[in-house]
């Protein structure tokens, strides 16, 4: 990671292994590959949506089995990494906002200040997960947001934006 006037953005010498990494042929090279892509998870939006047919591929007893789904992932996720924005470095005197959203394949969030994202996070879901109702997997959008960015957000207000009207009603 390198410091951009203001921001951070993604180390180029890094980002170029990654745009040439080659197709992986077994676990291990999607294990390295996931490694390196992983260090700059807070750089993509939707990390770890994009990335869970690869991460499957590394559960115990799974045949190592390279199909159009995993192939689509790692392309996605290469051209994610090679375009991903400088972050803004945080300022404490200007309010936070925590963006969220929730798919049927997972959930994720933005942490703003003004038009300038400062990090992305991500969680695929499991079968367990993906049965909650949009409004159940929003919350869990929003507190999995507010834990892991708890220490930005605990010295002042923030602000939350989500699609779901239903959470408006926690202000009070």
């Known amino acids: 990671m390198k410091s951009a ?24 090279e999607v294990r390295g590959f996931l490694v390196l892509a992983g260090y700059y998870r807070k750089f993509v939006k939707n990390f770890g949506i994009i990335s869970r047919p690869l991460t499957d591929l590394l559960k115990k007893n799974t045949v190592f089995c390279w199909t159009e789904l995993e192939e689509a992932a790692f392309q996605e996720l290469k051209k994610a990494l090679v375009t991903a924005p400088a972050l803004a470095l945080p300022e404490f005197k200007v309010q936070f906002e925590i963006e969220t959203d929730a798919s049927d394949k997972g959930i994720g969030a933005v942490l703003r200040q003004g038009k300038h994202p400062v990090a992305f ?52």
């Open 5 to 28: 006037g203001g921001g951070v953005r993604t180390d180029g010498k890094n980002i170029a292994a990654v745009q040439n990494w080659p197709t992986p042929t077994n676990v291990k």
């Open 121 to 172: 996070l991500s969680k695929s879901l499991g079968p367990k997960n993906r049965a909650l109702s949009t409004y159940e997997k929003e919350g869990l959008a929003i507190l999995m947001a507010v834990d892991h960015w708890r220490t930005y957000l605990q010295h002042d207000e923030f602000i939350i934006h989500t699609d779901q009207r239903s959470p408006v009603h926690l202000e009070d």
